[in-house]
């Protein structure tokens, strides 16, 4: 059964950081997509982050230059270092890793006070 588990979500002030981590029990975690994605309440939920096996980042428009997308495949952990954040980037942020079919974490709460 495969398991994405988040953590490091918080609560933190505007211009602070954070860094989520998502460790997965996937065999074959070294060939995922993994991507971090973020819901806010009464919103629909968007990829923030994606890598792809090879290392290709892909960034949502509004998180470009702030957030940094990493991966360990021998920790089969994927990382998101969150820097200058803001109000607007408080949401719940869910792992998702794609290998055939898409996998999600529980999720985890990022509250950005201003």
């Known amino acids: 059964q495969v398991q994405l588990v988040e953590s490091g979500g918080g609560l933190v002030q505007t211009g602070g950081s954070l860094r989520l981590s998502c460790t997965a029990s996937i065999t074959f975690f070294s060939v995922a997509t993994m991507g971090w994605y973020r819901q806010a309440p009464g919103k629909q939920r968007e990829l923030v982050a994606s890598i792809t096996k090879g290392g290709t980042t892909n960034y949502a428009d509004s998180v470009k230059g702030r957030f940094t997308i990493s991966r360990d495949n021998a920790k089969k952990t994927v990382y998101l270092q969150m820097d200058s954040l803001k109000p607007e980037d408080t949401a719940v942020y869910y792992c998702?890793?794609?290998?055939?079919?898409?996998?999600w974490g529980q999720g985890t709460q990022v509250t950005v006070s201003s």
């Open positions: 998702n890793a794609q290998l055939g079919s898409a996998y």
